[in-house]
């Protein structure tokens, strides 16, 4: 099993920046395929962005591609959000998750989630 806790969350203002980091606890991390989701009231959790088991491969959301970038740190069994030009419809609930999938874009194939971090953007 694996315990996920997110941090990094916090308000900005719009153009702004912010870094999620996402701690995994476990000794297996390295194994499993990492994803960044967000959610606000009343809507569905949406895909962010998600990262292969070695890191070598990622994946992102148009709505954010060119301005998120996702990584991990195996050895420290860690994976980021690196946030930049926020604006306000960036403002949501992150959560990560763990899957056993290679790739995968679904909610439905994460297995493992954090309690989330809420990042607000103001304009």
């Known amino acids: 099993q694996v315990q996920l806790v997110e941090s990094g969350g916090g308000s900005v203002q719009a153009g702004g920046s912010l870094r999620l980091s996402c701690a995994a606890s476990?000794?297996?991390?390295?194994?499993?395929?990492m994803g960044w989701f967000r959610q606000t009231p009343g809507k569905e959790r949406e895909f962010v962005a998600r990262?292969?088991?070695?890191?070598?491969?990622?994946y992102y959301a148009d709505s954010v591609k060119g301005r998120f970038t996702i990584s991990r740190d195996n050895a420290k069994n860690t994976v980021y959000l690196q946030m930049n030009n926020l604006n306000s419809e960036d403002t949501a609930v992150y959560s990560c998750?763990?899957?056993?999938?290679?790739?995968?874009?679904?909610?439905?194939?994460?297995?493992?989630w954090g309690q989330g971090t809420q990042v607000t953007v103001s304009s």
């Open positions: 998750a763990a899957g056993r999938l290679s790739y995968s874009s679904y909610v439905g194939s994460y297995e493992y």
């Open positions: 990262i292969n088991r070695s890191g070598s491969s990622t």
């Open positions: 476990g000794r297996t991390f390295s194994s499993y395929l």
